[in-house]
């Protein structure tokens, strides 16, 4: 991964949820930090070292001084390892794309003592890894990777959804929410989406492939679908039917970018034929 | 001559029927080649969307050229087995006698209108089913055998005979088939021609004249069958002719007698009560006497169908499947 690009990528992340950023929220109640919260007398059981020389000099009674807690930016990455991410027709996978999006963001997520926390759905029970910082986070990140996509036939409407409501739920500070799928569920998820947005910065990078918009004529073939298991036979020869296709996706991808607009969620569309990473930052820019 | 065996299809080399086993053959074969087909299937996350695009094709609509082209291959198996299709063709010369009653007892309405209109539209009817290659006679009877001619091609001729009836008198049916018999044999030997035949129509018991049993047994000598219609209902009645106060003469059918005629001669006995039911009996002895049963192979309908349902399998599948099915 050029460090460059990722740097560039930092900036672009960092301005994204910069509303979650120390020193721009008030956190709930009083800790380390910065910047000034308090000065009260010091009771017994408060660290010495938080005594604060001159208001004690000033008052002629021990003060401490108590600082508004800074805190690090937690990022939540929902990667889809459903098995419809298992396909790739020109440089790669989707999920590889998704696995590389997912370890860019997490190295980005790291720095400043940041921490991710990970949520792999689509392939049976959801597989959630709490939020940890540093390379203990890392190692979390890439273990969840490891395991890949599920196993075909398993198909499981609504875990978009799910999943979503799921980060709603346990991610308590506001923070970066990046959900990496190829968002081919039928299951409506927008009002998830919504909730999610109203706490968090959203980004949803959504990984197709050519394949999926366009059919080239190669005749007769009979296709399957990886979840749900559906099997057809189709005439890839007839022009009708490849139009129809083409456009009935083009309309698909168009209703979930206008869907995502709508909600005000950054918008990623990658696809496995380009270098993503570039995209990725062209798109946050 | 007889009057059963309706057309049937039989074959010539019914060991050509075996290729029919190519079919549920060719079922598994196909079936096979299909499931080969969609399990090396391509993964493909958006078939869900190609199936729209595709649209739905009814199921029996693509088994239709699958199915036409096993029909096609059914078709040209039979074919295989040279079918042969019976046929009925008239008999050159053949001869028919019409023996009818017109005794008093024909009189009695337990037929509508009576027995004896009931018995000449029947007759008619029999005329108009009979191949006009065949001569028919006709002996009318009652005390004794009234109106007689002998076979001719002339239908007019016998119409007006049948139609000069009047119900009257006694019963002499062994007489009349007597005379029937010698308008056919004349010689008293028998295939004087070569295929005749008496249709006798009765309502009583034979009151008068020769025994008729002793007849059909000079008829199955000469080997001309006695075909016997015994018409009326058992409990039917006129009224007595002496004086209308007398009570009701009973004029039941004598259906055993007949029987016994037919039986011996070695034809068959009918038993109507039911004008429409005497003119399907008469329909049917018109349309079978003097005709012979023949078969003809009709092995090229089969393999023409055969071909014909091969090329609309064909065309119907080559532009949707690419291929033949």
């Known amino acids: ?285 | 001559m007889s009057v059963a065996t309706p057309m049937a299809i039989s074959f010539a080399a019914p060991a050509g029927l075996l290729a029919l086993l190519a079919i549920p053959l060719a079922i598994l074969a196909l079936t096979a080649s299909r499931r080969r087909a969609t399990r090396y299937a391509v993964r493909f996350p958006a078939a869900a969307t190609l199936a729209i695009a595709a649209g739905t094709v009814p199921a029996w609509r693509r088994f239709v050229p699958t199915g036409l082209a096993l029909a096609a291959m059914a078709a040209l198996a039979v074919a295989l087995a040279k079918p042969q299709h019976t046929v009925a063709v008239p008999v050159e010369g053949a001869s028919v006698v019409l023996v009818t009653d017109h005794s008093g007892s024909m009189a009695a309405t337990d037929v509508e209108p009576d027995r004896l209109s009931a018995a000449q539209q029947a007759a008619t009817t029999f005329l108009g089913q009979l191949p006009a290659a065949t001569r028919v006679g006709v002996v009318t009877y009652s005390d004794g055998p009234d109106g007689t001619r002998t076979p001719t091609l002339d239908r007019d001729v016998i119409k007006q005979t049948l139609e000069a009836q009047t119900a009257a008198g006694a019963t002499a049916t062994g007489e009349a088939l007597q005379v029937a018999l010698g308008a056919l044999a004349p010689n008293g030997r028998a295939a004087a021609r070569p295929v005749s035949a008496i249709v006798l129509l009765s309502d009583g018991k034979t009151t008068s004249g020769r025994d008729p049993v002793e007849v059909a047994r000079t008829a199955k000598r000469l080997k001309i069958p006695i075909y016997t219609v015994a018409l009326g209902t058992a409990d039917a009645t006129i009224p007595n002719p002496v004086s209308p106060l007398s009570p009701p003469i009973a004029v039941p059918p004598d259906p055993e007698t007949l029987k016994q005629i037919a039986d011996i001669s070695g034809g068959r006995s009918f038993t109507s009560d039911d004008a429409g039911q005497l003119r399907g009996i008469y329909r049917t002895l018109g349309s079978r006497l003097a005709t012979k049963h023949q078969e003809r192979e009709i092995t090229s309908s089969f393999a023409i169908g055969g071909l014909i349902l091969l090329v609309a399998a064909g065309l119907l599948s080559l532009p949707r499947v690419g291929r033949l099915p």
């Open chain 1, 1 to 285: 991964m050029p460090l460059a690009l990722l740097d560039a990528l930092a900036l672009a992340v960092t301005r994204r949820v910069a509303g979650a950023l120390p020193g721009d929220r008030r956190a709930a109640g009083v800790g380390a930090g910065t910047e000034l919260a308090q000065l009260r007398p010091y009771a017994f059981g408060d660290d010495v070292r938080r005594i604060d020389a001159a208001a004690t000099a000033r008052s002629g009674e021990p003060h401490v001084r108590l600082e508004v807690p800074e805190r690090t930016l937690t990022s939540w990455l929902a990667i889809d390892v459903s098995a419809s991410m298992a396909f790739g027709t020109a440089d790669r996978l989707k999920a590889d794309v998704a696995e590389g999006v997912a370890l860019a963001v997490g190295r980005l997520a790291l720095r400043h003592a940041g921490r991710i926390g990970v949520l792999a759905f689509g392939a049976g029970e959801p597989r959630l890894l709490p939020p940890r910082g540093s390379k203990a986070g890392m190692v979390a990140l890439r273990r969840a990777l490891r395991d890949g996509v599920g196993t075909d036939g398993h198909h499981e409407p609504g875990a978009l959804g799910d999943a979503l409501g799921r980060i709603g739920r346990v991610a308590r500070q506001p923070g970066l929410v990046v959900v990496i799928s190829d968002f081919r569920e039928q299951h409506d998820w927008t009002r998830a989406m919504g909730n999610l947005r109203a706490r968090h910065a959203v980004l949803a990078v959504e990984v197709h492939d050519p394949r999926e918009g366009s059919l080239p004529p190669v005749g007769r073939i009979a296709v399957v679908d990886p979840e749900t298991g559906q099997r057809l036979e189709v005439d890839t020869s007839r022009p009708r039917v490849r139009e129809r296709f083409e456009a009935l996706e083009a309309q698909r991808r168009q209703t979930l970018a206008s869907e995502l607009r709508r909600l005000r969620v950054d918008h990623a569309p990658l696809s496995t034929d380009e270098d993503w990473l570039l995209q990725l930052g062209r798109r946050l820019r």
